[in-house]
């Protein structure tokens, strides 16, 4: 069937099956890499996008429920990845593989849409869903936070509109960093 | 479709920078992601090695010469050769160098071995630049070379004042030979600039942009997607299989029987499906009716194994692997004994981005493009069951998304390619979630049956495990040997350690800190047993056996793991808080991949069982540098974040031969939820050699995650996964 919809700001008409699921209408059709396939059944969230705003599986979503719809994926959320959720997850260094992050920043960006300033509650509720085989999740979550106050302190910052700036290259990141001590007494063989 | 910057053939690509004197070839090939190929119009750039290009107006681009699995050697290789070539890391460009063994050495991500590894040599391959660079001023000015000194870019004579940017010096150095890097000057450590300093992830605005990164992403024009549907119960074989209905299916172009070679290593039998779009090929097999042979490992089960291991703990064991004192008669003569049964289940990897490769058979050529930990022998395997040579099979090295040991293994590499050889187009294989999850080569499971005793100190005298594992023919399955030296072997004057074999039809391997993973469990969960009958503080107790001021059999240095326990009991207020019943504090410690991790859990477990975990405190000594503190945070928080993944809820069953879990719903990856509140990482120094942080953070996690459990409790844990345990209190 045809089936049109609006992908990160451009109109497109793909002829598939209604039951095709938009994440394979995106990667193999559309050429839209960014939203991952993980598990294909909703339980990861590496596939997350932004359909109509809001943070959705696209691997359990068919084609045919998306007509007229807009969809927003990892590619289209801000200029030149400067939304505050992506330049505060470059900054913290969250990621290890990177391959669930596309997804994660997708649904930190759709709670922050909603919820600009999120307690962990909220952050727990939004992103358990989305999982980190490389257990990035303390960082994300310092992230998410980090985001929220650049919002809170840039103009336009509401999470689509950022500014787009370049990216401090601040020796210091945010993150808890180790400390290192000498060799203790004796410490050597 | 996006597009490789031009054709295929990596072979068109290379030896356009066999340039200069001293030059050396750089081969990059194709460049499928849009990365930028090193100039073809390379006549003044200075290529000193295959790691470093430098163009005349100081543009530095660093080969990346390992496999990136997530745990940042892209990032840190590349500042080790920045540092001792001495440029900004500001100003240098990553490159993902591909698979050359003729070229790059030990090119592999395994065993925590890149920076015991290479922590030398790509610091020799920067310093062979820098001299140079040094060279090429001085020859210039016609000064000394010990006269001039370089600065991040920049050659200066203090004498008189001159001074040269490294671009400017290209042309010149390009014509010079490059020194032995062996005897190559080195900075002095009290110089680095850029190794010990915190450097982001060089793939960072690529990954937080959803760029093509991965193999997954990774497409040539004309391409067709593969399915491969292999029998449920491992190594079995295509009977009959009925293929019209798939063949008349949307989108599928091919469809056929693969015999395989009877390896699951390399090629099981099964069928191929080949279509326009995955999603099509992958429908398609939901039409495939196929009669399976089963093979040998229908017999076999999780439960099985277990009624096996029972059995054969009341036998005499199949091998002593080693005997210290006299077991038995100190046995009889403790002040305290304690007897315990520990077990751990199968697990599967699990790295978020599923198997994938992509084959082009043209030509008499095999081009591959693999997120492979392993391309050495990814190549060997598919030449091998392909028939044809090494040198016709090529491999491109794309960033995988996980690794943790899945990635050594190349199976779906050789699937990959005997299907792109059927269909003569280039192919993507891609498996679901649930072939990742029925045909990995599993972490094995394992049955410890420990007795063990304290003197009338309160000293650990004696301790015997009867490990009763998988193998046959006096040999172990992959993965699941143990040694008579690891410790507390050599630091208990009566000691056995034996073991019982059972034969093993599930493929088995290495994953993330092999074997390690399980052993930190039931070594330090019955070391704290020991403590506890011993009526000693458990810390104080485990620094009591390390009490030995010497190296123990297999490398194990007491002194350093005194070290870490020390101080992670000082940063965790060790013994200096009350807690609350329900609320406990637990301590592990383990040595493996040359590093020495000790690591204290803070937990509350409610009445009726539920588990959070809240603090962890982590310190480790992997030697006399962390290169990248900013990364090597993040991977031994993600160490101890898997090691509660595995502890929590993981487990594979195994039911007539096949794996009954298929995907995340009923094989549990932590959540954010269920991580812990902090974990706080410290890294002592001391004056050894640079080892590797990818494992060794892992194994403590577990037994003091259930350490804390029983101290919260007095539930001791043993056996996992903790979702099948009882932890309830009254």
């Known amino acids: 069937m ?27 059709v559309l050429d839209i890499k960014g939203p991952k396939f993980g598990c294909g ?56 593989c990177g391959y669930c992050q596309a997804g994660q920043i997708m649904a930190a960006s759709a709670l922050l849409a909603e919820t600009p300033q999120p307690t962990d509650e909220d952050i727990d509720f939004a992103m358990d869903r989305n999982l980190c085989r490389c257990g990035t999740y303390l960082r994300i979550r310092a992230a998410i936070h980090e985001a929220a106050s650049m919002m809170a302190t840039e103009p336009q910052g509401n999470g689509n509109g950022a500014p787009a700036t370049e990216i401090p290259t601040a020796e210091t990141p945010a993150t808890a960093l180790p400390t290192v001590e000498a060799p203790a007494e004796g410490g050597e063989r | ?85 001495d440029v900004a890391w500001e ?9 050359d063994p003729e070229k790059y050495s030990r090119q592999f991500a395994g065993g925590s071995n890149a920076t015991p590894t290479h922590y030398m040599p790509m610091r020799r391959a920067g310093a062979v630049g820098r001299h140079l660079m040094k060279q090429a001023a001085a020859q210039e000015w016609g000064v000394d070379m010990s006269e001039v000194e370089t600065d991040a870019g920049v050659v200066r004579h203090a004498a008189s004042g001159r001074t040269a940017t490294y671009g400017e010096l290209a042309e010149t150095a390009a014509g010079l030979t490059a020194p032995d890097p062996e005897t190559v000057e080195l900075k002095d450590p009290s110089e680095f600039r850029i190794i010990g300093t915190d450097r982001r992830n060089v793939d960072n605005r690529k990954i937080v942009t959803g760029q093509p990164l991965f193999g997954i992403d990774f497409t040539l024009p004309d391409m067709l997607y593969a399915v491969y549907e292999k029998c449920p119960s491992f190594n079995g074989t295509v009977a009959s299989a009925d293929l019209d209905a798939v063949l008349a299916a949307p989108g599928v172009r091919h469809a056929f029987v693969v015999d395989g070679v009877g390896n699951t290593s390399t090629l099981v039998g099964g069928v191929a499906i080949v279509a326009d779009t995955w999603w099509q090929a992958n429908e398609a097999r939901k039409l495939l009716e196929v009669e399976w042979d089963e093979g040998p490992a229908a017999e076999q089960s999780t439960a099985g194994f277990a009624r096996r291991a029972a059995e054969l703990s009341m036998q005499p064991p199949e091998e002593v692997l080693r005997e210290d004192g006299d077991v038995d008669a100190a046995l009889a003569g403790a002040a305290a004994t304690v007897e315990a049964a520990y077990d751990y289940p199968f697990i599967s990897h699990a790295q978020l981005e599923p198997e994938n490769c992509t084959a082009w058979w043209h030509d008499g050529r095999m ?58 187009v280039p192919v993507k294989l891609l498996w679901t979630r649930e072939d990742d999850m029925r045909y990995d080569r599993y972490r094995p499971g394992g049955f410890h049956y420990f007795r063990g005793g304290v003197d009338e100190e309160g000293r650990l005298s004696v301790w015997e495990d009867h490990f009763v594992s998988y193998g046959e023919n006096g040999r172990f399955a992959s993965s699941a040997s143990m040694s008579g030296n690891l410790y507390p072997a050599s630091f208990i004057p009566n000691f056995r350690l034996a073991t019982s074999r059972m034969p093993l039809h599930v493929p088995t391997g290495a994953l993330r800190a092999p074997s390690s993973n399980a052993f930190g469990f039931v070594l330090e969960g019955f070391i704290d047993e020991l403590a506890h009958a011993a009526g000693r503080d458990p810390v104080e107790f485990r620094l009591d056996l390390l009490d030995a001021p010497r190296v123990g059999d297999g490398g194990f240095d007491a002194a350093r793991m005194r070290g870490v326990l020390e101080s992670v009991a000082e940063r965790s207020g060790w013994g200096q808080r009350d807690l609350p019943r329900g609320t406990g504090r637990g301590v592990g410690c383990y040595y493996s991949h040359r590093g020495y991790f000790a690591e204290v859990v803070v937990v509350t477990v409610r009445q009726n069982g539920r588990l959070e975990i809240g603090d962890v405190w982590v310190v480790g000594d992997v030697g006399s540098q962390i290169i ?103």
């Open chain 1, 2 to 28: 045809m089936v049109t919809f609006q992908v990160n700001g451009r109109t497109e008409t793909v002829d598939v099956s209604p039951d095709m699921p938009l994440l394979w209408v995106l990667r193999d």
């Open chain 2, 367 to 424: 081009e591959m493009w693999a997120p492979t930990q392993t391309p050495d022998s990814g190549r060997r395997d598919v030449a091998e069951v392909l028939g044809i040579d090494e040198s016709q099979v090529s491999i491109d090295l794309i960033r995988c998304g996980g690794g943790f040991g899945r990635r050594l293994y190349n199976e779906w590499m050789v699937e990959a390619a005997w299907i792109a050889r059927e269909v003569g």
């Open chain 1, 41 to 96: 059944i909703s339980q990861c969230g590496a596939c997350t996008v932004h359909v109509d705003g809001r943070a959705r599986r696209s691997c359990t979503t068919r084609i045919e429920a998306v007509e007229g719809a807009e969809i927003t994926t990892i590619e289209g959320l801000s200029p030149g990845g400067s939304h505050p959720v992506q330049r505060a997850w470059e900054e913290l260094d969250v990621a290890q």
């Open chain 2, 628 to 730: 990248n503190p900013l990364n090597a945070v993040n991977s031994v928080q993600g160490g101890v974040i898997e090691a509660f993944s595995h502890a929590l809820g993981q487990e594979i069953t195994i039911e007539g031969g096949a794996v009954v879990e298929s995907n995340f719903d009923e094989y549990p990856l932590i959540r954010l939820t269920e991580a812990p509140k902090s974990i706080d990482v410290h890294f002592v120094l001391t004056d050894n050699p640079p080892t590797g942080l990818g494992e060794p953070s892992l194994p403590p996690a577990i037994p003091a995650l259930t350490n804390a459990i029983f101290d919260a409790t007095g539930n001791r844990v043993r056996s996992l996964p903790l979702s099948k345990q009882d932890l309830s209190w009254s």
């Open chain 2, 91 to 99: 100003d240098v460009t990553v490159e993902q160098a591909p698979h």
């Open chain 2, 1 to 85: 479709m996006s597009t490789p910057t031009t054709g295929m053939s990596r072979r068109n690509f290379l030896k356009v920078s066999s340039i200069a004197g001293g030059g050396f070839l750089l081969s990059i090939g194709v460049d499928p992601l849009g990365k930028g190929l090193f100039a073809a119009d390379a006549a003044v750039d200075f290529i000193p090695n295959h790691f470093i290009r430098l163009t005349p107006d100081g543009l530095v681009t660093i080969m990346a010469q390992n496999p990136e699995i997530g745990q940042g050697v892209k990032t840190m290789l590349p500042m080790l050769i920045a540092e001792e070539f």
